[in-house]
């Protein structure tokens, strides 16, 4: 046996990932800690994902206790902890019904599926059409991959799911030229989180709404990365009050355990009767327990209003960054889901920031090779926002300074 490095990788993971040089071992809050014990703050959440950051204490006690209780019985048997996570879920939102899943991808899978269906059931098998959205993301598996407006992300993997028209985002007349009796669905996210952090307009996402209702259509909201307190409501559609049929959440849902869900109305969830879609692992009982204690964090008037004063005080610091350095030419995005598009000269090279984050102390993303994304815990405090800014204007001035 040799030991495991970052060198493994190379020798027996498949190399779809090109991970950083360093293993992080331990997490606490924002803060993360590698092998050889250098600490870091972690903007990136793991892509948006530990919303309440790593090892929060009452996420750590529910998932312990759950563990020595009852694990998992596949969807033959219910169980308490998902029931609750479901009423939570219910009660918060516009949604009658949910579908557990164990991740984005499988949570729009869910949510297209039943889109076609539900089509299918009230109007004949003619109405499949997805108009979908460029730069839009949903996921991995076929289906979801070729719904997302990122041709990089199909090539190679053709014949694709047909019935799918993708369009401009933001585009009031290409959706009224594209929307038909014939359309069974339209999908977006609110804010394009992979595409490159691009909220969507209020103007337009009520003109979906309009259409979608004219054309019979269901409108589908993808908050897996815009859900669970991200933007400072507990799901964007709220801060834009728009409500769509069905809206999948995944991510921040279970902060760091694979879950996601697909939440929609009773008269649609009809149309996926018993038999129509499954999982086996979809809404176990080890995932229902995490989930109940993340929403119970986050579902709070203090911690969202925070989230939003949180995004303000994050994105002054940013501004004054780039006041100093100007490598940004826009800084985007609601709450804590933040964008800052690069300036010309740095076009395609936003990776270039993360790199150098590393090298600083501070962890940050990409979306879309132009736009440096931070997306940290929602729970991060104003000093650590003020000490992760400092590291990053340290990383920005290192990458000006290469640049030059
Ligand atoms: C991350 C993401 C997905 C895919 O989620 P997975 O858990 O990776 O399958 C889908 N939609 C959006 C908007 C996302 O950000």
Redesign the pocket.
Known sequence: MTAISRETFDQVMVPNYAPAAIIPVRGEGVHLWDEQGNEYLDLAAG??VNAVGHCHPKVVAALDHQASQLWHLSNAYTNKPILALAEKLVNATFAEKVFFAN??????EAAFKLARKHAHNHFGAEKNEIIAFVN??????LF?VSVGGQPKYTEGYEPLPGGITHIEFNNIEQLEDAISERTCAVVL?PI???GGILPANADFLTKARELCDRFNAALVF?????GMGRTGDLYAYMGYGVIPDIL?T??ALGGGF?M?AMLTTDHFAQSMGIGSHGSTYGGNALAGAVGNAVIDIINTEDVLQGVKQKGILMRDLLQTINDKYQVFDEIRGKGLMIGCGVVEKFQGKAKAFVGAGLQHGIMVLVAGPSTVRLVPSLLITEEEIHEAMARFERAVAQVVKESQ
């Open positions: 892509i948006a991740s984005g991808g499988e949570a729009n839009g993301f949903h996921g991995r598996t979801t996210e394009q989180g992979e993808d908050e897996v990365q815009t999948t995944a991510k694979p996601g």
